[in-house]
């Protein structure tokens, strides 16, 4: 598989940066990452949460609701993810009642990575 055009976020995506959260924090069990499966679903993992993610397309990206765990909690929430003009991706991860932080990531591969 090539790398990403402005019309493909299939595969795996490197979380380098949040808003919220520092570097340390993002990669606490491993690497951060988002991805997506071409079939409207993926996943996402960073600090010590983890989610499967349903999304809906758009323009150069999608939008899309998670459930997953926090720290073993039950979480959930939606968010967007859209390919940039440098081919890098930015999104946003909303908690449903809570936190909100957008993200950056880079192009990781095609295949998938699960933390669960």
Known sequence: MKSPTKRSLIGRWRITEMA???ADFIN?????YIAFDGK????FAFG???????CRKTGLGV???WEGNDEMDEASG????EIQKDGSLEGEIRFHNGDDSTFKAEWWGPGRRTRR
């Open 40 to 43: 409207l679903g993926g996943e």
């Open 20 to 22: 919220l959260w520092d």
């Open 78 to 81: 939606d968010g967007w993810a």
């Open 63 to 65: 939008e899309f609701t």
């Open 48 to 54: 010590c949460v983890t989610a499967s993610i349903h």
């Open 28 to 32: 606490t069990m491993g690497p951060a």
